[in-house]
């Protein structure tokens, strides 16, 4: 049984990013799954947060939001500060970040991601940390004296998993995002190994069969996706790039 956008249930959406998408950052991709579009950009600068200076450490953090209009109704600008659900993400975010960031040898630097969601039909924090590494590693290789191979120690990415119908599906979009009984978001690295595991059974409890499955369904995703990062920074000639 296909899913309502024909896809089966180990498919993710087709996937793009598109390095260098702007011009003035030291980093920038845009991320598409599917119709989520997400700007991640990467920028640099030469001073660390105050509990880290003189410690010879470099800092990444993140912020997160979402336009007016990414959504399929109007959303007030956060213009008294992030809410919530922002906080969340942005935060998970820099996590995902760090967890590959050798800080010793970034130096005391501060890479500020921002990422800006500018059409949303679910997997924007998702889609974030996937665009987010490639972004942080442009802006790292552009960093004089850096060696960015040794401050990326492994690639990171994330995708959602879920329960929509009484079966696991990957890459959730909205409509299924809305009606599943399960919902899921996994980071993992390149090597494999969990980041950060998000998981909510919205209806019904869910068995340790169940969950097993969906992470081994979320590991092959993330797999792809890594392959799409790696494609990506290895083709330093090329903007774009899709699954």
Known sequence: MSRPDGRGPEQLRPTTLTRDFLVHPEGSVLVEFGVTKVICTATVED??????????????????????????????????????????????????????????????????????????????????????????????????????????????????????????????????????????????TGGGAFVEVQGTAEQVPFQRARLDEMLGLAESGIRRLVDLQRQALQARGERVFRL
């Open 47 to 188: 001073r660390v947060p105050s509990f880290l200076k003189g410690q010879g450490q470099g800092w990444v953090t993140a912020e997160y939001a979402m336009l007016p209009r990414s959504t399929n109704t109007r959303t007030a600008r956060e213009n008294r500060g992030p809410s919530g659900r922002s906080q969340e993400i942005q935060r998970l975010v820099g996590r995902a970040l760090r967890a590959v960031t050798d800080r010793g040898k970034l130096g005391e630097r501060t890479v500020w991601i921002d990422c800006d969601v500018i059409q949303a039909d679910g997997g924007t924090r998702t889609a974030a940390i996937t665009g987010s590494f490639v972004a942080l590693a442009d802006a790292v290789g552009r960093i004089a004296g850096v060696n960015a191979g040794a401050v990326l120690r492994d690639c990171v990415a994330a995708v959602s998993v879920g329960v929509v119908g009484g079966r696991p599906v990957l890459d959730l979009n909205y409509a299924e995002d809305s009606a599943a009984e399960v919902d899921m978001n996994v980071v993992m």
